[in-house]
């Protein structure tokens, strides 16, 4: 089985620790608009999601209360979006062992990040950790409007700019996820993917297979772990 020539990396999680960032921003958001949203709730409905998706799903779930109709539910999302921008101004911390991951991978595979954050969260997120030279195409969910995780196009997308360079299919990379939302949107595009973090394992059901950290890793390890299993439907 040959090495991946492609790795396609959230980075929510698999390269920067923005959880609690998240949770936090959420949370303060919402009990700004008289709104609760416990941090248990949080991490069962809401991790892995961009923060309007999230906010539905805590309505679905009956997570909050009370619940926000469409207008207060886009002014929560604001306004989290505008509390987590801050938080990234102070400061962000690297997971455990990407930085030498990313230098591993990069000697012998294209990287491209496909992240549920919008692109001015991103490119935030990708000077303050140092590592805006080191991909090969960025995706964010602004390039996919109405199509984020967990449907397939931003992965797609990334694949598809990846092959003005050199033609790649989908089963010749691997995705890095740290949510379900991320893991099925991979694996919908027929895409491998790992699981990266630290996670109840109901959240990496559907990947191919699970890393605790970076630190470590080589092509040829993702690749054992990949499985290149049957996509998700």
């Known amino acids: 089985m040959t090495a991946p020539r492609a790795i396609l990396i959230e980075l929510e ?61 886009d002014l929560a999302a604001v306004r989290a979006e505008a509390n987590f921008m801050r938080a990234v101004g102070t400061g962000l911390k690297l997971v455990d062992g990407a930085r ?6 990069r000697a012998g595979a294209a990287l491209a990040i496909v992240t549920r954050a919008s692109r ?11 590592m805006e030279f080191e991909f090969d195409c960025v995706i964010c969910s602004d390039d996919v409007p ?6 397939p196009l ?21 995705a890095l996820e740290d949510g379900r939302a991320g893991i099925v949107a991979a694996r919908r595009a027929g895409i ?18 699970y890393l605790p950290t970076l630190r470590g ?7 054992a772990l990949g499985g290149r299993g049957d996509p998700v439907t």
Request: glycine share 6%; charged share 25%; hydrophobic share 50%.
């Open 120 to 130: 001015r969260e991103t490119d935030a997120m990708l000077a303050m950790s140092g």
């Open 146 to 151: 109405g199509a984020e995780k967990p449907e």
């Open 217 to 223: 890793v080589t092509l040829e390890s993702l690749d």
């Open 13 to 73: 999680g698999v390269l920067v620790e923005t959880h609690a960032l998240r949770r936090d921003a959420l949370v303060r958001a919402l009990d700004e608009m008289g709104a609760a949203l416990s941090p248990v709730d949080f991490d069962d409905h809401c991790h892995g999601l961009p923060v309007r998706a999230a906010i539905t799903a805590a309505i679905t779930v009956r997570a909050l209360e009370p619940t926000l109709d469409a207008t207060d539910t």
């Open 100 to 105: 030498e991951a990313m230098v591993a991978l």
């Open 192 to 209: 491998p993917c790992v699981a990266v973090g630290n996670m109840p394992a109901f959240r990496a059901l559907d990947a191919d297979g």
């Open 154 to 174: 931003a992965h797609q997308s990334a694949l598809a700019r990846l092959s003005r360079r050199r033609a790649m299919r989908a089963r010749d990379a691997i």
